[in-house]
Each structure stands twice: as structure tokens, then as C-alpha cells.
T-cell receptor
Framework: QKEVEQDPGPLSVPEGAIVSLNCTYS??????FMWYRQYSRKGPELLMY????GNKEDGRFTAQVDKSSKYISLFIRDSQPSDSATYLC????????????FGKGTHLIIQP | DTGVSQDPRHKITKRGQNVTFRCDPI?????LYWYRQTLGQGPEFLTY????????KSRLLSDRFSAERPKGSFSTLEIQRTEQGDSAMYLC?????????FGSGTRLTVV
């Protein structure tokens, strides 16, 4: 079992829909959780950064962390075709010595 | 522009050749990381520096790989005797206090 599991998709939704992306993890030492967006042939771009359990909202994006279930989510409201990309969850322990552990990424397609 | 520059953007090399990549991070960020990403996978941690000191190496970093960060500023990643399995995107990142900022990566193709 990999430390971080993420459904690779593709996930295809119509423009304007609410998108839900999820990751599960097994290492209870993870404390910081991130979501990255990656366009083809580009580096990952940080979208959301959260510490421990709870919700965080930024514009159309909401990140949720449930440490008791080892489950994190990213919601995208009013999805746009420009949101089409690969979304990667990432997490790291408090010490950070081993760097970020990423999921495989979910390929999201927003249909106009 | 993420503030983390990587050069070159794309490198094609013949198997057995040596290659070197460069990363110029956001200034004043002490921690610098190298990751490798293959098609359909998330980035995988290779190594990281705290200033000029290389503090951690992944088991993915075979003895053909070496990384340096002289003076704690830019960093280089060298791969000796490249193999086809080394074909991947090599990403550099710095820790900003509110996450990790990545460069656009160097895409290596070994033919």
C-alpha cells in the first residue's frame, strides 16, 4: 500500500459543476497538507496549504482535512475549463526531512 | 514565473552520457529540494539541502546521481552514465513557510 492514495481519473465534469477531489493516506505523522495544480509539461503550482484537521477556503477552492479518517479533500466551485489540469495532493511530516509525499494526481477535465 | 528557475527546460541525451541540471531558487529560502516525476505519477523526493548542507537523500538517488549546493544558493543535479530509466521530469522546489514552490522542471529524455 502506498503512503498516499489518489484516484488518477480522468474525472470529467461540465462547466459550472462542483468538483470533489480526494486523497487518503496511511502515515499518521503527516501534519501539513497541500494541493497542487499541474498543467501539462509544467511544474506543480501550489493551490492550498493547510495544517492539521479543518477547512480552509480560498476563492472557489476549499480544502478539508480529516486526520481521524486520514482523508483530505479539495472542492472546486463554479468549475471553469481553465481548471482542467492534474491535481496533486501532497503531505509532509512535522520535521519535513523526507520532503513532500505526493499522490499520483487526478486528471480533471472541465467540459465547456 | 514561480521564482524558482530551472535550466535547461528540456534535455535529450544519449544513454551513457552525463547530464547536469541547474536550479536557481527564490533568494533567502534555506531549504531546497529535488524531485523526480515520471509520466502518470506524482513527484518523488530525491534529496534536500538546508543551506549548503545536503541533509537527506532518498534511496531513489543511486550513486550515479549527485547534487550540490555551493554557498547555499543555486543547486546542481548531475546524473552520470544516464540510463533510459532516468527519463523523467526533474523538479526543484523551495520551502516558503506557506508551502513549497516548484520550478517548471527539466524534462530529461534518454535515447
Amino acid at each position: 500500500q502506498k503512503e498516499v492514495e489518489q484516484d488518477p481519473g480522468p474525472l470529467s465534469v461540465p462547466e459550472g459543476a462542483i468538483v470533489s477531489l480526494n486523497c487518503t493516506y496511511s502515515n499518521s505523522a503527516f501534519q501539513y497538507f497541500m494541493w497542487y495544480r499541474q498543467y501539462s509539461r509544467k511544474g506543480p503550482e501550489l493551490l492550498m496549504y493547510t495544517y492539521s484537521s479543518g477547512n480552509k477556503e480560498d476563492g472557489r477552492f476549499t480544502a478539508q482535512v480529516d486526520k481521524s479518517s486520514k482523508y483530505i479533500s479539495l472542492f472546486i466551485r463554479d468549475s471553469q475549463p481553465s481548471d482542467s489540469a492534474t491535481y496533486l495532493c501532497a503531505m509532509i511530516t512535522g520535521g519535513g526531512a523526507d520532503g513532500l509525499t505526493f499522490g499520483k494526481g487526478t486528471h480533471l477535465i472541465i467540459q465547456p | 514565473d514561480t521564482g524558482v528557475s530551472q535550466d535547461p527546460r528540456h534535455k535529450i541525451t544519449k544513454r551513457g552520457q552525463n547530464v547536469t541540471f541547474r536550479c536557481d531558487p527564490i533568494s533567502e529560502h534555506n531549504r531546497l529540494y529535488w524531485y523526480r516525476q515520471t509520466l502518470g505519477q506524482g513527484p518523488e523526493f530525491l534529496t534536500y539541502f538546508q543551506n549548503e548542507a545536503q541533509l537527506e537523500k532518498s534511496r531513489l538517488l543511486s550513486d550515479r546521481f549527485s547534487a550540490e549546493r555551493p554557498k547555499g544558493s543555486f543547486s546542481t543535479l548531475e546524473i552520470q552514465r544516464t540510463e533510459q530509466g532516468d527519463s523523467a521530469m526533474y523538479l526543484c522546489a523551495t520551502e516558503t513557510g506557506v508551502g513549497y514552490t516548484f520550478g517548471s522542471g527539466t524534462r530529461l529524455t534518454v535515447v
